[in-house]
Structure formats: structure tokens, C-alpha cells
């Protein structure tokens, strides 16, 4: 079987692509790229036999490399009500990725070669996209003791994190990128000074104090970051700031990179989306850590993704059940989902805002997150001999958004009913079409 991506603008930044192209497929792997590709196949002679061929037509679409999502929390093992390996990598494919690196804040979390490997099985069993697991910065995310690094590296994850826990100790935060920096995985801090948002639920500011809402200073998140890329500075680790969301976070990252500090960062949709005047209505889909903020720190957020200073787009899709979400809002968990939505919002508020061109938008959800989690080798982007991960798109799809029709487990998102412009029209894993719209 071969598949023949027929006549789509293709895009890839990384082989300097843009133009209306045929991309043929055989093998899971990319063998031509170009105007007016057969299906048939050469023979040793050069004469054409018949195959079979499946095409899909990308006429007026966009084609891209494979989206990757660097951070998504698949919930499995353990919470298998809110998210499964089945259910998330679904929901991935309908959101256009083809990869996703999961966080290891499971039930048990992934601090242990055996139970990456746990995931990885599953994942190669249930899963329709490439998932790569992120190991445990320290044994059961209690940020006292290092995880076995080198066991970690050697059971195929890419980066290190204890998201949605803080390592508040500075010696081990040290130590760990120390371990890091030997085997060249990044370190993916979740930066949030506990001792500064004990009991917090929202931005504190003016709309806290409006709504009677207990804050969390965005000098909690600051003075992480500033610690974390200090240690960075002195130990020439890898360090990945996740889920910025504020505009003193953004300096703080461009002036380390000035600096030549080995730091890189994402935003999420939500953060350069929504500010915390979203949580008027008491929504429990707009609770999220770190919470949303002001519009000053998402214009902030939106110049670091157009400037660079921000390398890369992230979900940081977090499913909830909607009996957990269904309490008060001091009461609910963190998180939103985001894999269905990420590109829909990326489209219309930064391509549509005028703040990224196609051609950077790409860059930032694929071929820098690529590059930071090390898979560029693997995911190499439109060429011939690499994988067969594309992404097709309809930028021109005008859609509202219904959590009804999520792939995803869960439905706690703030964006529905919202009108969005572009959404994946096909998703393609290893040369096969996993989703199609």
C-alpha cells in the first residue's frame, strides 16, 4: 500500500518548503516529495507496475510535518476515568499531532525505567500517535530524592519533570540538572513557589479581590524561573520553562537567552488566549495552574512566541471528570483539556492576530519542540527517508467549538461555543491516515 498526499500548499521551514507539492508514501516513510508524483512504482528497469495506492486529496489544504504537543497528560495509569492511552492520543490525532510527550504525574508516576516502559507498551498497543514519555524529576514527585537518571534515559524518555509539583529544594534541583546535563535530556520544571500560592485558585489582582478569590502572585512563578535558570547558568543544563504565563517570566527567559544560557520555554493556547476576566462566571473550566492572568501578560506572551524569546506551543492538556470540575471553584482541580483545541486557537488569535506567520506557527509545533525533546533524527520533517508524520490542515474551516465532540475522555475546557478559524483536516502516523475530518 502506498498513500499519495495529492496537491497541498506543503510547509516545513526545517527544508525550507513552501510551495504546492505531492508527497508520495510507502513503508510508513516519505520516498518523493514534488509536483506531479505517479502512485506506480519503479521497477529495477524503470518501467511502472501497478500498485495499490490510497489518496488523499490536500487541494487548498495546508501540509505540514506532524504536530508535536510537548506536554499532555494522558492520565494512565491510574486515572483511567479522566484520560486514557486510547482516549488522549485519539484526542491528539484529531487535534492535528502526531506526537505527544505525556507528563509522568500518574498513579504511580513515571520515576521508574519499568513503568516508562509500562507506558511506552501501552502506548505502542493502544495508541494512534508517537507517545514519549517524560520521566520524574525525583522518586514520587516529592521533590526530595533524584529519580534514577540514567535508568530513565535508558527506558526512552525525553525530559525530566515533576509537572504540576514544584522541586522547592534548590540542592536537588541542582543535582538534578547536573544527572541531566550527563545523559542530555532537558530538565521541565513546573516553576511555582508553593510558599507564595498555599491556598490560591486564581491570578492575584484586581479580579481576585473583585471576586473574593484567594491569589497567587505571579512573583511565585518569577522567582522560580529566576532560580531555575540561575542553576541552569552555573550547571549548563538543558532547562525548558513550561506553561509561561507572565510577562516578567518572558523577560526573565530573554534575557537569559541573550545571556547564552541553554534555556527554552512554551506558552499554552489558554495563556495567550484568556485573561483572569475569564473567571467572572465562576467557570471551574477557567482554573489552572498557573492560573490566567492579565491582558498585559498575554500581549507579553504573544510578543515572546512572535519574537522567539518563547520556542514552542504547548497544551498542557490536563482531563478532569465533570463531577470534579462540578464543586465550587475553591474546591476543583487544576487543568483544562487542550490537544482538540491548541491549533484551532493558535490559528485564529497568532496567524489570524498577525503575530505568526504558517511558516512559524510550524516551527513552534513541530520542529522546536522536536529539537528540545532531541527528535529531530526521528521526525525529520517533509524529506525523503523520513518518517511518514503529517499534519493536513483547513485553515479557512470555520467551526464553534463543541466539547460534545471531543475525542478526549473529559470535556473541561473554557473554549466551548467559542468560533475558531483552521483545524486539522487529516492527521498521518507512520504513512497511515489516523484521523480525517
Given amino acids: 500500500m502506498r498513500l499519495l498526499v495529492k496537491g497541498g500548499r506543503v510547509i516545513d521551514p526545517e527544508a525550507g518548503l513552501d510551495d504546492v507539492l505531492d508527497i508520495l508514501i510507502e513503508n510508513g516513510k516519505i520516498i518523493c516529495v514534488g509536483r506531479g508524483i505517479s502512485p506506480q512504482a519503479q521497477t529495477s528497469g524503470g518501467s511502472e507496475v501497478e500498485v495499490e495506492v490510497e489518496v488523499v486529496d490536500a487541494s487548498g489544504k495546508i501540509v505540514t510535518p506532524g504536530l508535536i504537543d510537548m506536554h499532555v497528560h494522558l492520565r494512565e495509569p491510574g486515572r483511567e476515568d479522566e484520560e486514557t492511552i486510547e482516549t488522549g492520543t485519539a484526542a491528539a490525532a484529531a487535534g492535528g499531532f502526531t506526537s505527544i510527550a505525556c507528563m509522568p504525574n500518574t498513579s504511580p508516576p513515571l520515576d521508574t525505567g519499568a513503568s516508562v516502559e509500562a507506558v511506552r507498551a501501552r502506548a505502542a498497543r ?206 476543583a482541580p487544576f487543568g483544562i483539556v487542550g490537544l482538540e483545541t491548541s491549533l484551532p486557537l493558535a490559528l485564529t488569535e497568532l496567524v489570524g492576530g498577525g503575530y505568526l506567520s504558517l511558516a512559524e506557527l510550524v516551527k513552534r509545533m513541530w520542529s522546536n ?36 465532540e471531543f475525542r478526549s475522555l473529559s470535556r473541561n475546557s473554557p473554549f466551548g461555543g467559542r468560533r475558531l478559524k483552521g483545524q486539522a483536516f487529516a492527521t498521518i502516523v507512520g504513512g497511515r491516515v489516523v484521523f480525517r475530518r
Fill in 126 to 331: 493502544a495508541g494512534v500517535v508517537n507517545v514519549f514519555p517524560v520521566g520524574a524529576i525525583t522518586k514520587g514527585l516529592a521533590g526530595e530524592e533524584l529519580a534514577e537518571t540514567g535508568e530513565l534515559r535508558d527506558a526512552g524518555v525525553v525530559g525530566l519533570s515533576d509537572d504540576g509539583r514544584s522541586v522547592m529544594n534548590a540542592e536537588v534541583m541542582r543535582r538534578a540538572m547536573e544527572y541531566a546535563r550527563m545523559f542530555d535530556l532537558p530538565i521541565i520544571p513546573h516553576c511555582e513557589d508553593t510558599n507564595l500560592t498555599a491556598g490560591g485558585v486564581m491570578n492575584e489582582g484586581y479580579m481576585s479581590t473583585v471576586l473574593g478569590l484567594k491569589g497567587m502572585s505571579r512573583v511565585a512563578e518569577e522567582v522560580m524561573v529566576a532560580r531555575d535558570i540561575i542553576l541552569a547558568e552555573l550547571t549548563g543544563a538543558r532547562l525548558h520553562i513550561t506553561h509561561v504565563s507572565t510577562a516578567g517570566s518572558v523577560q526573565l527567559i530573554r534575557d537569559a537567552k541573550r545571556r547564552g544560557v541553554r534555556v527554552t520555554a512554551d506558552a499554552t493556547p489558554h495563556h495567550f488566549t484568556l485573561t483572569d476576566e475569564a473567571v467572572r462566571g465562576y467557570d471551574t473550566n477557567t482554573k489552572m495552574n498557573p492560573p490566567l492572568r492579565t491582558r498585559e501578560d498575554v500581549e507579553a506572551i504573544r510578543r515572546g512566541l512572535a519574537d522567539g524569546t518563547i520556542d514552542a506551543i504547548a497544551s498542557d492538556h490536563a482531563p478532569h471528570t465533570f463531577e470534579e470540575k462540578d464543586v465550587e471553584y475553591d474546591n
Fill in 369 to 404: 519542540p522536536a529539537r528540545i525533546l532531541g527528535l529531530m533524527a526521528r521526525k525529520a520533517g517533509i524529506v525523503a527517508g523520513a518518517d511518514a508524520d503529517l499534519t493536513i490542515i483547513d485553515v479557512e474551516k470555520e467551526f464553534i467549538v463543541d466539547v460534545n
